[in-house]
């Protein structure tokens, strides 16, 4: 099983629609997804209409060995399930703390899912912690949605200097654009000078569309209810150039069919 | 989670479809035509252990595989890529293959039967909107009366799907499906049995009950002529000879019910068709074992052995299909049917021929157990021709409680048959062991000829002899302790018992 974590420091940068998209994207290509939203907030259960979980005691959720498989619900769309947020999950730092290897618990868990499925999509809240140690433990590939702006841009760095200096492995760090304004000087600048200076930077971007926005609205991917806009072609193309990168067959049609 | 339901008598399909868009509120504008088949071993060992393997092709060309308890609630869904899978070792899935190793234990996977489906698809929404069950509604194009619901649940959501099952239930349209899920599409229930059991009575004169079970054992070997010519998996030619050699076994247990000439007549041809079939098998298992044996040695030489030993395979089988395909075997077959039909109709009946069954089983009966008790242990683990014997003994013995069953009391007769099994693998372990170790010899002469490296072969082959002679001393341990628990009087009494009854 193949784990790609959708993490920001920075809150509010889209990486609960790129999680949503991708993972719906993913599914349609014939793999097996399970998103796992460690997220308090949510966020992804909204999108896909699945409540949250009522409030459990974080540790007896670490303890438990098949905890992630019970808490799996389908959502509807086939072959994408979703692991819900958890309201009592706010604490799990301090749970995690508890355990002799704190940093690995998340991938172990997730470990009991791998016969069940090809990829899992975690979306992750925009903070600091134990909780991101376990996410960099257990993520195959780090998708950061970036908005082009100093402060997020700033944020990126700050999270590869993060990386190197506790040793993890930064090229797991797969950042892309998002909420892209095409008609601002300033965003087009900040992506040229962004993607020479970090050649790992996905040759895609999402763009700021009303049609994302509605997935709030809908409650489903926007490639459900507005297929042919620009939106949902972004995210296609976003996964296109994410299974390029990391080796995965995307199961879209060729460009030229397309 | 899927539950699976038939309509209820009376009810119809058309009522039923308005019921289900009453509770699910839509569905699937356009009603999905595919083409499923149904998978099985030959036996249909899935069916029996209650399993159901069914392979949906859309006309995207996209191919659905599952395999699911006929009437359980647990699906294991899984998308495949055609071809579809032929034995376990296909699956890609690691406890799908699991699972279907350990129900088939060998077995192709063979197509059952095929039908085109019109299926609907119903959706179940909750207040929020989230898919909560999808309720499928297949009816087979070819018998539209025969329609089946299948109740999915989706994962997490098993509780409000429950409700919807028992709103179904309530309204009188369904009732669970009760028979194997694969009948509605025309596929009848298991027929085929390796070892059938053919009813008999004690007073049925000893002759024509013994052309009723050679009749039975000759519908089996002949079913399982396709599978050894198409060579789909090995277990065809097990069956074809577990048959033949009951056959072969009855005709010598029971021959004073038989006229001798036209006994002699059938057996010699019987011996041939065994003679012909024992090569191959012998093959089969040893390409089956080898691995085993040459498992400390991975180097070229067990290589080119296990090559030369496929090859060897190839070349028997090639031998046997052109057999069963030559007009020898044509007229060989015809003379055993004409033979079996005129014993039926009470021709060629021998002096005991006309007397009870159950009287003449006694005593062959009565005369294998004593000559399995004269058995010495200790001369059957010194002479490999008294061991042979005393297998062949036990087999005689054993397809008697086997073939004529009808006529013993179930419980006492199968644990005769237990204790038999026990002493009969130990000495068939040991013959098998003599019977690779001349094989290997052979092979490893054929190897030799033209072989850049002589040396590492002989030492393969005293490796092996080594190994296999480990073998056989462990096996030789199991039969003194198995043929002394056959003598004590806790064992005797069983026969004892099996016999009064029969009698």
Partial sequence: MKVFATYNVKGGVGKTAATVNLSYLASRAGYRCVVWDLDPQGAAGFYFRIEPESTTDPAAFLEKKRGLKAAVRGTNYPGLDLIPADLGHRNLDIALAEFRKPGSR?????????????????????????????????????????IPTPLSVRAYAQLREFCGAHGL?????????????????????????????????????????????????????VQTFAPGSPGARAFQALWRALCARVGLDDGLPAADEA | MTCHFQLAPGARV????????????????????????????????????????????????????????????????????????RTAGDC???????????LLEGRAL???????????????????????????????????????????AITGFEG??????????????????RVDCAVPLGLSPPTYAAKPVVRLRPGNRAARALAHLLLAYTATLRANEPGILNDWDSEFLHDYRVALRSIRSWLGELKSCIEPVARREVKASLAHLNRMTGALRDLDVLCARLPDYVSDNVGAAAHRLAVRAKAARADARADLVDYLQSASYVAAMARWSDFLSALTKGEHAGRRGRERVDGVLDRALARRRASILAFDADKAREDATVMHELRKECKKLRYLLEGFQSLFEPAARERAVLELKTLQSATGEIQDLHVHLGLLTQLAQTVR???????????????????????????????????????????????????????
């Fill in chain 1, 106 to 146: 998340l991938g172990k868990m997730l470990d009991a899912l791998a016969d069940d499925y090809d990829l899992a999509f975690v979306d992750c809240a925009p903070h600091l912690s134990l909780v991101s140690e376990n996410i960099f433990d257990m993520a195959d590939h780090l998708l950061v949605p970036v």
């Fill in chain 1, 169 to 221: 492995d930064r090229d797991k760090l797969l950042p892309f654009f998002s909420m892209v304004d095409r008609r601002r000087q300033l965003h087009c600048e900040l992506i040229t000078s962004f993607a020479a200076e970090h050649p790992e930077v996905l040759r895609s971007f999402i763009p700021y569309t009303s049609q994302v926005e509605k997935m709030g609205e809908q409650r489903a991917p």
């Fill in chain 2, 14 to 85: 058309t009522t039923l479809r308005a019921a289900l868009r009453e509770i699910a509120g839509n569905s699937d504008s356009t009603p999905q035509r595919l083409e499923r088949l149904y998978l099985d071993s030959f036996d249909r060992r899935l069916a029996a252990a209650g399993w159901v393997m069914e392979a949906d092709r859309s006309d995207a060309g996209s191919t659905n595989l599952r395999l699911r308890p006929c009437r359980g609630e647990n699906d294991e869904p899984l998308l495949c890529d055609p071809p579809l899978p």
């Fill in chain 2, 92 to 102: 890609s899935r690691p406890r799908l293959r699991a699972r279907l190793e350990r």
């Fill in chain 2, 110 to 152: 063979l197509v059952e039967s095929i039908g085109v489906l019109r299926i609907e698809a119903f959706q179940c929404l909750d207040a929020h909107g989230k898919l909560v069950a999808i309720l499928r509604l297949e009816q087979p194009v070819a018998a539209k009366r025969a329609a089946v619901l299948r109740v999915h």
């Fill in chain 2, 160 to 177: 409000a799907t429950r409700r919807i099952t028992r709103q179904l239930r309530a309204s009188g349209l369904l009732r669970p499906l």
């Fill in chain 2, 449 to 503: 000829d033209g072989d850049d490296e002589p040396a590492a072969l002989d030492a393969l082959l005293q490796q092996l002899r080594a190994r296999l002679r480990t073998l056989e001393q462990a096996q030789l341990a199991r039969v003194t302790t198995a043929l002394a628990r056959f003598g004590s009087r806790r064992v005797q009494r069983i026969f004892d018992r099996l016999q009064e009854k029969a009698a």
